[in-house]
């Protein structure tokens, strides 16, 4: 099979048990970890769900990273692990948001792991 970013976030691993969460009359299918199964499905309006359950509000400042987190897995295809991510948002929004320090005050569960989780994107390579 050609892996696509269509088709890979459809993959059945054997063994790892999914959850969903209900939106709008929908139910929305995730991985054992929360991460959503298909990327298309994501929404702001999602977002922001799984941001309460983690007792989160999602400000300006999230949905700048959050945002930037997708365009990033548009064009690499690929969630970034904590130290590409730093520097890349880095590149693009300033060093005064390209810091740890910064990503971890927004998303204190790890910025890679909650902000993508957020996105819509998969688990980043590397977290656990």
Request: proline share 5%.
């Given at each position: ?14 063994g ?16 054992e ?96």
């Amino acid at each position: 099979m050609v892996m696509t970013m269509t088709n890979i976030f459809s993959l059945k691993q054997p063994g790892r048990h999914k959850g969903t969460i209900k939106l709008a009359g929908r139910n929305i299918e995730t991985d054992e970890d929360g991460y959503l199964a298909n990327f298309a499905d994501w929404s702001e309006e999602l977002a922001d769900t799984m941001a309460r359950k983690d007792n989160c509000k999602l400000t300006p400042a999230h949905w700048e990273v959050i945002h930037f987190l997708r365009e990033y897995f548009q064009e690499y295809e690929i969630a970034p692990a904590v130290r590409v991510l730093t520097k890349a948002i880095g590149k693009k929004l300033g060093a005064d948001k390209g810091n740890s320090k910064y990503l971890y005050e927004l998303f204190p569960y790890g910025p890679a792991k909650q902000a993508c989780r957020y996105a819509g994107l998969p688990k980043p390579t590397g977290c656990v």
